[in-house]
């Protein structure tokens, strides 16, 4: 079996990766069985440059109307990095798109000032597996973000991808990116989507609205500029 392994310095939602690391042991099984949902490949794109997976229209739903559709199970904390790095996020441990299993993290719209703001006035924290902390928003802040938009979503898929699942699910991508020695991008910017492919780590499936595809692109390209320097 494939050993967990992400690359956080290549991934837009670092903060939220964090959560993939800590041990299944921890998580318990849902208490109730979660709606159908579309498949990862199954994506809407609308002419306003937003799209829907999951039955989620990136940057227009809401976390209350994200919970209603994916149920109770869950997970929802700022998580902050070693490199200071923070991110809203909600995490399902146990989420299904049909046949399909994985974790599904959901990251939600919130400036830098907000969420150190929320920070502060947290009601635990932790620090987790990795050296990042786990902050448990006050009563007040998670009813205020109740109302806050989903911006994008990370799945890591239970079962194994290769490179002729990823090109048969979501056909050929319009561009391939080497980031690093043994991690491969498949980029589809009219979808939104970004299939990262690890050669010895779980592969990652990241969702963003297309307009906004430039979020998963900015990394690997100064990625890209720095190992041309350094050669």
């Known amino acids: 079996m494939k050993k967990?392994?992400?690359?956080?310095?290549?991934?837009l939602?670092?903060?939220?990766?964090?959560?993939l690391f800590l041990s299944s042991s921890l998580e318990k099984p849902p208490t109730e069985k979660q709606p159908l949902v579309s498949m990862p490949w199954q994506i809407e794109t609308h002419n306003n440059g937003t799209s829907t997976v999951f039955g989620i229209t990136l940057e227009q739903?809401?976390?209350?109307?994200?919970?209603?559709?994916?149920?109770?199970?869950?997970?929802?904390?700022i998580i902050s990095d070693q490199q200071d790095n923070s991110?809203?996020?909600v995490y399902y441990g146990y989420f299904s798109a049909g046949p399909i299993k994985g974790k599904l993290i959901?990251?939600?719209?919130?400036?830098?000032?907000?969420?150190?703001?929320?920070?502060?006035?947290?009601?635990?924290?932790?620090y987790i597996d990795t050296g990042s902390r786990k902050f448990v928003l006050a009563t007040a802040d998670f009813e205020q973000i109740k109302h806050?938009?989903?911006?994008?979503?990370?799945?890591?898929?239970?079962a194994n991808l290769d490179e002729s699942v990823i090109l048969g699910?979501?056909?050929?991508?319009?561009?391939?990116?080497?980031?690093?020695?043994?991690?491969?991008?498949?980029?589809?910017p009219e979808k939104g989507l970004d299939v990262t492919l690890y050669s010895e780590g779980k592969e990652l499936l990241q969702y963003v609205?297309?307009?906004?595809?430039?979020?998963l692109t900015e990394p690997l390209k100064k990625i890209q500029t720095t190992d041309t320097e350094s050669n």
Request: net charge negative; charged share 20%; proline share 5%.
């Open 148 to 158: 806050w938009p989903v911006q994008s979503l990370s799945l890591v898929p239970a």
């Open 13 to 19: 939602l670092a903060a939220g990766i964090t959560w």
């Open 87 to 89: 991110g809203l996020e």
């Open 4 to 11: 967990l392994k992400i690359y956080l310095p290549i991934i």
């Open 209 to 215: 609205a297309p307009r906004s595809f430039d979020l």
């Open 169 to 188: 699910r979501f056909g050929s991508e319009a561009e391939r990116i080497h980031s690093q020695e043994g991690v491969e991008h498949f980029l589809y």
């Open 61 to 77: 739903t809401t976390v209350e109307e994200l919970l209603n559709l994916l149920g109770p199970d869950h997970d929802i904390a």
């Open 106 to 126: 959901a990251r939600i719209n919130a400036d830098d000032d907000t969420l150190y703001q929320m920070q502060a006035r947290a009601a635990s924290s932790e």
